[in-house]
C-alpha cells in the first residue's frame, strides 16, 4: 500500500501547521515521522502512539485518525524549515513504507 | 551515543554491483534490527530491507528481491549489502538506519549513519 503525503505546505513563523500522511495501512498501524535538512540524514521526531525521541521539542507532536495520520508543529519556528517524511508499517509487500514528504516552508 | 559508520562514496558502471558497509557498535549488532535505507538526488526516502539481529534474517521490498542482499560479518560488527545489475536509476545515497527501539523490527529506523553516495554511470 502506499502512503500519501501533500508536497508542500508553508507556515507563517510562530504559527501550526499539521502535516498529512494518508494510506489504508495506517487503519492498523501509527505512523512515524522524521524531519530532513538538505544534505543531512533524516532524523526521527516522532514515534508510535505520539511519542517523541529524546530532545525534539514538545511542539512537535502527531494525531489520527482514520486513514489519516498527521504531524503538528504547534508554534513553528524558522529551524522547521525541512522536508517531513512519515513512515509505516504496510500490510502488504514491504513491511515499511514511506510517504512521498512534504516540504515544510516556514515563512 | 549511537553510530553507525558508513562506507565511502562508489561509482559504478551500469550492470555492475556495488557492496556498501555499515559498521555499529557490538550492543547494536547484537541487538537491534538495521534497516537499509535510499534516496535519490531531490527525491523522497524509500525503504529497501531490514536485518535481524537474531540470526540475520532478512526482510526485502518487493522491488528489490532478487538483487538485493544483506549480511551480517560478526567478526567486524559490520553489516554488509550489496545491490546487483545496476541502473542508471540506482544513483541515490544510501543509509543504513538502527531501529529505535528494540521491537524486534516492530519499529521505526531511528538511528541513521551518514549515507553512502552511489553513482550508476556509463
Known amino acids: 500500500s502506499e502512503l500519501t503525503q501533500d508536497p508542500a505546505v508553508s507556515v507563517a513563523l510562530g504559527l501550526t501547521v499539521k502535516v498529512t500522511c494518508q494510506g489504508d495501512?495506517?487503519?492498523?498501524?501509527?505512523a512515524s515521522w522524521y524531519q530532513q535538512k538538505p544534505g543531512q540524514a533524516p532524523i526521527l521526531v516522532l514515534y508510535?502512539?505520539?511519542n517523541r525521541p529524546s530532545g525534539i521539542p514538545d511542539r512537535f507532536s502527531g494525531s489520527s485518525s482514520g486513514d489519516t495520520a498527521s504531524l503538528i508543529i504547534t508554534g513553528a519556528q524558522a529551524e522547521d524549515e525541512a522536508d517531513y517524511y512519515c513512515i509505516s508499517r504496510d500490510s502488504s509487500g514491504a513491511p515499511w513504507v514511506f510517504g512521498g514528504g512534504t516540504k515544510v516552508t516556514v515563512l | 551515543q549511537v553510530q553507525l559508520v558508513q562506507s565511502a562514496t562508489e561509482v559504478k558502471k551500469p550492470g555492475a554491483s556495488v557492496k556498501l558497509s555499515c559498521k555499529t557498535s557490538t550492543s547494536t549488532f547484537n541487538t537491534f534490527h538495521i534497516h537499509w535505507v535510499r534516496q535519490a538526488p531531490g527525491q523522497g526516502l524509500e525503504w529497501m530491507g531490514m536485518i535481524s539481529p537474531r540470526g540475520g534474517s532478512t526482510v526485502y521490498a518487493q522491488r528489490f528481491q532478487g538483487r538485493f542482499t544483506m549480511v551480517r560479518d560478526t567478526s567486524t560488527t559490520t553489516v554488509n549489502m550489496d545491490l546487483r545489475s545496476l541502473r542508471s536509476d540506482d544513483t541515490a545515497v544510501y543509509y543504513c538506519a538502527r531501529e529505535n527501539m528494540n521491537c524486534d523490527g516492530d519499529c521505526p529506523p531511528g538511528y541513521w549513519g551518514q549515507g553512502t553516495l552511489v553513482i550508476v554511470s556509463s
Open positions: 495501512s495506517l487503519r492498523d498501524f501509527f
Open positions: 508510535g502512539e505520539n
